[in-house]
């Protein structure tokens, strides 16, 4: 079970698609991540969600440059928040090692979680994709 995955683009990119077999919303971020980046992307990802009344949504960071501070990742939640992100939404977020450190998305999962959302992180497609049509 994979959903299309788009090519790698600009830097800070961000590339949704909608799988209507599993009804899950793809966000593909290339380029520099940031929380300007996260923020635009999540917005736009969260638009889609609601145009397809889904809560289900696969962030895929694997082609993005590494540059999430601490602080930032604690500010990515509420930056989510503001531009729609409830709990309902159950958000699988796919990341590269060789790009992202596991120890900054643990961070990112626990903030997350912490704020009453159902999320984990993943560096395997069909686990994410598993996970996130459990439900």
């Not at 696969?58 to 709990?87: C, K, Q, W």
Request: charged fraction near 20%.
């Amino acid at each position: 079970m994979t959903l299309p995955v788009p090519p790698a683009g600009d830097p800070g990119r961000c590339v949704l698609r909608h799988a209507a077999e599993t009804n899950i919303v793809r966000a593909t971020l290339s380029g520099p991540l940031d929380l300007g980046a996260f923020a635009h992307c999540a917005s736009q990802a969260l638009a889609l969600a609601r145009k397809h009344a889904t809560a289900r949504l696969l962030f895929d960071y694997r082609n993005v440059h590494p540059a999430i501070p601490s602080a930032d990742i604690h500010r990515m939640a509420a930056s989510a928040e503001a531009h729609g992100l409830t709990p309902r939404h159950r958000i699988a977020m796919l990341y590269a090692t060789r790009t992202l450190e596991p120890m900054d998305m643990l961070l990112w999962e626990n903030v997350f979680t912490e704020r009453g959302y159902e999320t984990r992180t993943f560096v395997d497609e069909d686990q994410a994709l598993q996970w996130l049509s459990m439900r």
